[in-house]
Nanobody, 123 residues
């Protein structure tokens, strides 16, 4: 069982930056692939970024490529999402998730989820 807790969300102006953190519990955290997803009101949850267990491979949605960076620190059981050049369309609740098998790009592939953190980008 893995518990995930996100933090770092907030209100920021367009063009600004935020860094989200996701702290995980459990000694097996370093063996999990991790992903970030987001869900805006009235929309489906969508993939943002993912990282494999070692941090050596990362994946991004086209909409965030070049602006967002996913990373992890397995010694701290934490995964990060650095978000730069934020746009109003990035406004959503951001969730981190753990995949016990391989790096997934779809929500149904993930086994554990955090409670989410709100990111609001004003124009």
């Amino acid at each position: 069982q893995v518990q995930l807790v996100e933090s770092g969300g907030g209100l920021v102006q367009a063009g600004g930056s935020l860094r989200l953190s996701c702290a995980g519990s459990g000694r097996t955290f370093s063996s999990y692939a991790m992903g970030w997803f987001r869900q805006a009101p009235g929309k489906e949850r969508e993939f943002v970024a993912a990282i494999n267990w070692s941090g050596g491979n990362t994946y991004y949605a086209d909409s965030v490529k070049g602006r967002f960076t996913i990373s992890r620190d397995n010694a701290k059981n934490t995964v990060y999402l650095q978000m730069n050049s934020l746009k109003p369309e990035d406004t959503a609740v951001y969730y981190c998730a753990a995949d016990t098998r391989v790096v997934g790009l779809y929500p149904h592939e993930y086994d554990y989820w955090g409670q989410g953190t709100q990111v609001t980008v004003s124009s």
